[in-house]
């Protein structure tokens, strides 16, 4: 079936990348819907600072593949999407409370020490392994990005409310697996294919418990009056 679809495809390769290539550097817009709601509520600590802080480790791990691989365009849509995602952080940590801002540093922190020990390790090993293997480590937090929020599954059922959910960011992120998983089956890359098919899985099944479940707190029950003594 692949193989079919990959000899319909391969003609339009160029095209497809270059397709995956657009919606990729628009996704990067994609936080400015969230961060117009946690504008609108005055706060983020509704909302988890993963999307932002992951899409930063992501860019600058993505910029050094790219200097290793020599690719200028994709050496520009990663600084771009860098200046995004930083600035999304900035504006998440300024609407953030007291409280809520300690564990964004120590989670900045903690990114911080994983992109250096990353880099370093980057800079020593063979060119040639470190490019797969990179790869690989991006392809893994892309599947963290994407499945984080299903660790939240058990209180959405319960709240029976999607709050607190990046809707834009998990919509554009379907959209970026997708096209790409195009690409990798017009390029007959079956490791690319299972890679972007699995993020569309995780995609879907959040996209799913939008359609079960609002986006707005569940109102809550009132208490039935008691009867009243005879």
Known sequence: MMETLGDLLAPHSELIAKVAGTITTLQFLSGVALMNDIRKKGSSDVYPVGPFLGGVVLTVLSLKLANIMNDAAMINTNLIGLVINF????????????????????????????????????????????????GML????????????????PQIIEKKSTEGMPFPIILAGNMVAA?????????????????????????????????????????AKKPKDSKKDK
Request: positive net charge; aromatic residues 14%.
């Open 138 to 153: 991006i392809t893994g937090i892309l599947v963290w990005l994407v499945g984080s929020p299903l660790l939240h599954l």
């Open 179 to 219: 096209s790409w998983m195009v690409y990798a089956i017009s390029i007959k890359n079956t490791v690319m294919v299972l890679q972007n098919l699995l993020l569309l899985v995780l995609g879907g099944i959040q996209l799913a418990m939008f359609a079960i479940y609002p986006n707005k707190p569940a109102a």
């Open 87 to 134: 600035v999304f952080l900035v504006g998440f940590y300024y609407y953030a409370s007291s409280g809520s801002r300690g564990t964004i540093w120590k989670q900045i922190g903690c990114s911080s020490v994983f992109l250096l020990v990353v880099t370093a390790y980057a800079n020593f090993e063979d060119p040639a392994k470190i490019e797969f293997r990179l």
